[in-house]
């Protein structure tokens, strides 16, 4: 049932005048005629079927359906301006919640950084994350189910706006017990030559086309030896020796014990990061999220 907006305003009277048990001076407080307070609160007892003041020449005072109508309204009006405060918030962008995607390349790079700043700034939001591969990102974007998104630049097409966040050169990652181990470099020539362990085709599809493109520019194919979904099962299959992999060079501070980077002497490629989005799927606290990413990044 829709309630009348005026019925707000007298209920606000009924509070103001429960508050100072004087006509007069709540008539003062909420700047009308008296007159017209009186008029109001009448109405009110009207439209409830019974009194809510016991009035006299002497003094005004609350009856006993007025003293519940005070205690609990004065209440349910607190909780009313809360939440219109709320709401108000959200509506400017300034609270609620954001679903933010990344890629496992985006991990380890300004995203953290990024959403820090983003929740000095704005304390009252909240930012959920979900870990999905760049071409699980697209897709929830067309379903609507994500605001933005730390996804590899080669994906974010049409329909996504984005801004690059982030271009990491490509590395090799070797066991420690590997005869390169103690090299600091290798070419991609002698790259091909060894087993490669690598991220699965289905999920890390944006990464497997970079990386095959970049050998394929020098006439050269990799040797794929074992693959897998997660990083952690990747990192843990160089480890064994089963294979070299490549990643960016952003993850070289969170190696594992027993790995070891090498640079690509001859690898011009970069696998580059972007906060993507959907213009038709904006919230002005995703807005106030690009406007800090950014700064952020241009900074």
Excluded at 127 to 156: C, H, K, N, P, Y
Excluded at 247 to 262: H, K, N, V
Excluded at 277 to 286: C, G, H, K, Q, V
């Amino acid at each position: 049932m829709l309630i009348h907006p005026s019925f707000h305003a007298k209920i606000q009277y009924f509070l103001t005048v429960a508050e100072t048990l004087n006509f007069g001076r709540a008539a003062e407080r909420l700047g009308i005629a008296q007159p017209a307070l009186s008029r109001s609160i009448r109405q009110l007892e009207q439209q409830f079927g019974f009194a809510l003041f016991e009035r006299s020449t002497r003094r005004v005072a609350l009856t006993p359906a007025g003293e519940v109508l005070y205690r609990d309204g004065a209440d349910a009006m607190k909780r009313l301006a809360t939440a219109c405060a709320r709401a108000g918030q959200v509506a400017n962008g300034l609270s609620g919640t954001i679903m933010v995607g990344y890629s496992t390349f985006a991990a380890t790079g300004p995203m953290s950084d990024i959403i820090i700043e983003f929740r000095k700034l704005y304390p009252d939001a909240h930012v959920a994350l979900r870990l999905l591969a760049s071409s699980e990102q697209a897709a929830a974007f067309e379903e609507g189910t994500l605001d933005l998104g730390f996804i590899m630049s080669v994906v974010s097409a049409k329909p996504l706006t984005s801004i690059p966040v982030s271009r990491e050169r490509l590395i090799v990652l070797v066991p420690a017990s590997h005869p390169w181990a103690n090299d600091k470099s290798i070419t991609l020539e002698t790259l091909a030559s060894a087993p490669i362990v690598i991220g699965s085709a289905s999920r890390w599809r944006g990464f497997r086309s970079l990386v095959n493109d970049m050998v394929a520019a020098r006439g050269l194919k990799l040797n794929i030896a074992e693959e897998a979904d997660d990083l952690p099962v990747l990192l843990q299959l160089v480890r064994s020796d089963l294979g070299c992999t490549i990643l960016d060079a952003s993850f070289i501070s969170t190696l594992p014990p027993g790995i070891q980077p090498l640079e690509i002497v001859d690898a011009r490629e970069t696998l580059d990061i972007s906060l993507a989005w959907r213009d038709d799927n904006l919230s002005p606290l995703a807005a106030r999220f690009i406007e800090v990413a950014k700064a952020h990044t241009s900074g």
